[in-house]
Nanobody, 124 residues
């Protein structure tokens, strides 16, 4: 059974940092692009960051550029999201996802494997 499991969420004060992890099991995702999305209460799920299968190229939403960093360790089948300078508007459930193929990295509908999500709450 293919599973993506997120961890590392929690409650943090504004200006603080968190590191999310997403471990995959059931198959290897080393040839898959990986992405992070988030959904705040009452809002649609939105793109946060993505990384190509090789890890060479990364993509970010404008709202997190310069504060968040996505990385991956293919040997561990794991992708990370380092979140610094957190703001209250970053509060959301964060989901990791995996997709095959190139392009459309910010399009959630191109991803066919999803985790259950982890809550990130940033207090002001």
């Amino acid at each position: 059974q293919v599973q993506l499991v997120e961890s590392g969420g929690g409650l943090v004060q504004a200006g603080g940092s968190l590191r999310l992890s997403c471990a995959a099991s059931g198959r290897t995702f080393s040839s898959y692009a990986r992405g992070w999305f988030r959904q705040a209460p009452g809002k649609e799920r939105e793109f946060v960051a993505a990384i190509t299968w090789s890890g060479v190229t990364t993509y970010y939403a404008d709202s997190v550029k310069g504060r968040f960093t996505i990385s991956r360790d293919n040997a561990k089948n794991t992708v990370y999201l380092q979140m610094n300078s957190l703001k209250p508007e970053d509060t959301a459930v964060y989901y990791c996802a995996a997709k095959s193929g190139s392009y459309y990295y910010s399009d959630q509908y191109k991803y066919n494997h999803w985790g259950q999500g982890t809550q990130v709450t940033v207090s002001s």
